[in-house]
């Protein structure tokens, strides 16, 4: 049913945990801008704050709240929440990842019926749904919510055996990708130091915020392995995309190793798919993963990835097909890896166009929006 007037069009409240660069908040941005404004309106609530990384949103309809949490336990917060929903009275409010699964109990006390749970992937303290604490709260949880919606089996298969939550309330949906916007077609980035842009070069790729859980010290420790090897040592680049709480000791453990003027910490970029296609071989080295928007448009870039096997990632590509999966946490294997791509150009070429057709058949951005449009439908039925 499509509603057209917009005081009457169902409103979702998204609550997260900050608005800013991620997958996360990549894949709900993607989703407001990609839903029909006559289908739903949307809000997004802030556990803490937003940055302006809310500009890349397109609609103007959409109100960001920040509720500005403190350090440690902000118990005034809930009261906050509790306010701000009653004042917005959504039909829905979908909450994303632990961080704001406690979301739903005030959403129930605001008297919001459609209550929606997104586990998009683990942090560096809760590997694998390990936390004892964080189980327990989401089996606490589990009777408020009405719908789970898991990025990856694993989530997925979590949910119901380790959480207890009911199968037919949990739905799988994975990322999509704009496959235009990633593209081997797409143009080489300009703004790139002149060493990083010679014939020859072979860049390592990386696109991540630089934290604990994305472990960018296992790719640079595999990389500076790779620069003892003599017969490539002078053609390899590293790249490293993205900012946050590492880069001092990522910065540090280069100098450290004397391979500085081969690694750029290119810091936020706004040309994320013009700067992958002057990647040769893109790597995901994180500790954990839910479904990696980085990877999707790695591989709709047409380049061959390398990635830790956890979370999706292994849902994503297919070993030694399109890409290669590595244990997590083992340098001397990624290192070997990347190496193999670095040393069979033909390989790296047949990898990528295989990724390439892969992402485009399985992940597309329209698939993605309709499953959770079919969800969000399917509740206001109910």
């Known amino acids: 049913m499509t509603l057209t007037s917009a005081e009457h069009t169902p409103l979702i409240a998204h609550l997260v945990f900050r608005l800013d660069v991620g997958g996360l908040e990549n894949g709900l941005v993607n989703l407001i801008n990609r839903i029909p404004e006559s289908r739903y309106r949307h809000a997004i609530v802030c556990m803490t704050d937003f940055s302006d ?16 949490k403190k ?12 306010k701000v929903l009653r004042q917005l ?12 699964l406690e979301g739903q109990f005030i959403a129930w006390l605001a008297g919001a ?3 929606i749970h997104g586990e998009h992937g683990w942090d560096v303290y809760d ?27 694993e989530s997925r298969d979590y949910l119901i ?5 009911a199968a037919n309330k949990v739905a799988h949906i994975y990322n999509g990708v704009d496959t235009d916007k990633f593209s081997p077609e797409t143009p080489l980035a300009s703004d790139v130091p002149e060493s990083f842009t010679q014939p020859g070069q072979l860049i390592i790729g990386t696109v991540g915020r630089l934290a604990k859980v994305k472990h960018q010290q296992s790719l640079l420790a595999a990389f500076i392995e790779l620069k003892k090897d003599s017969s490539i040592a002078d053609t390899i680049k590293l790249v490293l995309v993205g900012d946050g709480p590492e880069k001092d000791s990522l910065q540090a453990q280069a100098e450290q190793a004397g391979v500085a003027a081969s690694v750029w910490f290119a810091g936020m970029r706004q040309d994320i798919p013009q700067l992958m296609r002057r990647f040769a071989i893109f790597v995901l080295p994180s500790l954990a993963e839910g479904i990696s928007n ?4 790695a591989m709709a870039s047409g380049l061959p990835v390398v990635a830790t096997d956890v979370g999706g990632n292994s849902e994503l590509i297919q070993h030694q097909q399109n890409g290669m999966i590595v244990p997590a946490d083992n340098v001397a294997a990624l290192a070997e890896a990347i190496r193999q791509y670095l040393i069979n150009a033909e390989c790296r070429k047949q990898h990528g166009l295989a990724a390439r057709q892969h992402v485009v058949e399985t992940f597309s951005m329209d698939a993605m929006v309709n499953r959770y449009t079919s969800i969000y439908d399917q509740l206001q039925l109910n």
């Not at 350090?71 to 509790?82: A, I, M, N, P, S």
């Open 161 to 165: 055996n380790s959480v207890g939550v």
């Open 71 to 82: 350090e440690g336990q902000d118990w005034r917060l809930y009261f906050r929440l509790w």
């Open 53 to 68: 990384f809310a500009q890349r949103i397109k609609r103007s309809d959409v109100q960001i709240i920040a509720l500005h």
């Open 113 to 115: 019926r459609g209550r």
């Open 89 to 100: 009275k959504p039909d829905y409010v979908h909450t994303r990842n632990i961080a704001t």
């Open 127 to 153: 590997l694998a749904g390990s936390n004892k604490k964080y189980q327990w709260l989401r089996r606490v949880m589990n009777p408020f919510v009405k719908h789970y919606i898991a990025l990856s089996s």
């Open 294 to 297: 980085t990877i999707l448009e």
